[in-house]
């Protein structure tokens, strides 16, 4: 307000002044106090601006490896391993797995977390573990009571597949493998023959087989893998 009451009594004064440096008015105009003014302006709103880019990195940041671990979970229980979800239900179940793959430890497959039985409670293709058992037509006949992956050192790995044949007969399909560590993410397991027992029958049929997998999150709590052919597998840690 002072610059510009000073501007406007260069032309409404009884003299009219016309001064070759503003210092030869009687009022001089007070630049530096409006220099100052708009500096601080300018000043204030980059703090502000600032203040919002650090609050919206907070946001951005307030999931947690728990939190992220306890969605995933959630998502995938009572899905019978993910056969019941939608499209969209496993989209965010691999949205999930996304963002817990920047906390996995480095060298997940060196890690001792890695030791343990594990519950498969999710694959992205149903058929994946369990192969035919797992088909369409297999859950209707063979109801998957439980699936277990137990990892004992150094190198074996045990699946087992619990079911029961038309909801009256109990049985069994186990596989012993072999783990072989490829790089610092990604495993081999080799696979003897499947053995199968059903009530008192009991044999061996088929061949060997081979997977490879991706360990892209582990903790105490669940393990996360990625098949070759791009499945993703939820393992929850039994003991």
Request: aromatic share 8%.
């Amino acid at each position: 307000m002072a610059a510009a009451s000073s501007s406007f009594a260069l032309f409404t004064g009884s003299k009219l002044c016309v001064p070759k440096t503003l210092t030869s008015c009687s009022k001089p105009v007070k630049l530096p106090n409006a220099v100052s003014l708009l500096s601080q302006c300018r000043q204030n709103r980059s703090m502000r601006i600032v203040c919002s880019v650090s609050i919206s990195n907070l946001e951005v940041r307030t999931e947690r490896p728990d939190d992220l671990v306890a969605s995933i979970l959630s998502k995938v229980t009572q899905t019978d391993r993910g056969v019941s979800l939608t499209k969209e239900g496993h989209e965010e179940v691999g949205q999930v797995a996304q963002q817990l793959q920047q906390y996995c430890v480095a060298e997940p497959v060196k890690s001792p977390l890695i030791f343990g039985e594990w519950d498969v409670v999710y694959c992205s293709n149903p058929t994946s573990p369990g192969g035919g058992y797992r088909s369409a037509l297999g859950r209707l006949v063979f109801r998957t009571k439980e699936m277990v992956q137990a990892v004992e050192a150094p190198d074996t790995i045990r699946n087992k597949v619990s079911f029961s044949l038309m909801g009256f007969l109990d049985g069994v399909v186990s596989l012993k493998g072999q783990l072989k560590v490829l790089d610092e993410n990604w495993i081999q397991v080799i696979f003897e023959p499947p053995q199968l027992k059903v009530g008192a029958l009991e044999f061996q049929y088929g061949g060997q087989s081979e997977v490879k997998l991706q360990i892209t999150y582990i903790d105490e709590k669940i393990r996360l893998g990625k098949g070759s052919r791009g499945s993703l597998f939820v393992f929850q840690r039994r003991r």
